[in-house]
């Protein structure tokens, strides 16, 4: 059975994402959590997903996220917050969460991020990368931040291949590869499929 941990001193955003979670994955055991202490317990069980916000009673945003970190080294983080502080995203990225989505995300954008991250990518929106450029980071050319699965998607979209007959020849399912898809487009900085797939090419990626 799948594990996720949601960590949130609000309750209508942990029920929120707990409903998002269960939705798409009905046999997921849901563990929720309102500062950070509790959420360092709760960890210890290695839930194949953690879901946190950034500001909790218990501890500092990098402390928090850090002992997360530590105790489950191989859960992946999907940091859910409305801190916006660049010097935060910074080193929260340089201590390996999976990815960041602004609380404002629309609930499809949560779900795609979630499925991206379960399926071993990293969900970084364009704005951390313009982030990353503005305080002197060398931000990753697309080429380095498309995963290869990413690529293997888009080459398929670039003959015509539906999301079905893309999952049928990668053995994956449907889902997994909207997610890879939408997380291509924001990576490209298209606005569809067919965009990023026009940039894909003029970067010589497919």
């Not at 798409?24 to 849901?30: F, L, R």
């Not at 795609?112 to 990368?129: T, V």
Request: hydrophobic share 50%; net charge neutral.
């Amino acid at each position: 059975m799948r594990s996720c941990l949601i960590c949130d001193d609000h309750a209508m955003l942990r029920e929120a994402l707990s409903g998002a979670v269960a939705v798409n994955w009905p046999d997921t055991a849901i563990v929720q959590c309102a500062d950070f202490p509790s959420a360092w317990v709760a960890a210890e069980a290695q839930p194949d997903l953690i879901l946190s916000d950034l500001i909790m009673p218990g501890a500092s945003p990098l402390e928090g996220v850090g002992r997360l970190r530590a105790i489950a080294p191989a859960s992946p983080i999907l940091v859910v917050t409305g801190n916006e502080d660049d010097a935060t995203l910074l080193a929260l990225f340089d201590l390996g969460v999976s990815g960041f989505a602004p609380k404002t995300s629309k609930s499809a954008v949560i779900e795609a991020a979630m499925r991206l991250i379960l399926a071993g990518g990293r969900y970084l929106p364009p704005r951390f990368i313009d982030i990353a450029a503005r305080r002197g980071h060398e931000a990753p050319a697309p080429s380095a931040r498309l995963t290869a699965r990413q690529v293997d998607v888009l080459k398929l979209i670039s003959v015509g291949q539906s999301n079905k007959e893309i999952a049928r020849d990668l053995d994956l399912s449907p889902a997994t590869i909207k997610a890879h898809t939408a997380a291509a487009i924001a990576t490209l900085g298209a606005s569809n499929r067919a965009e990023a797939v026009f940039k894909a090419r003029e970067l010589g990626l497919i």
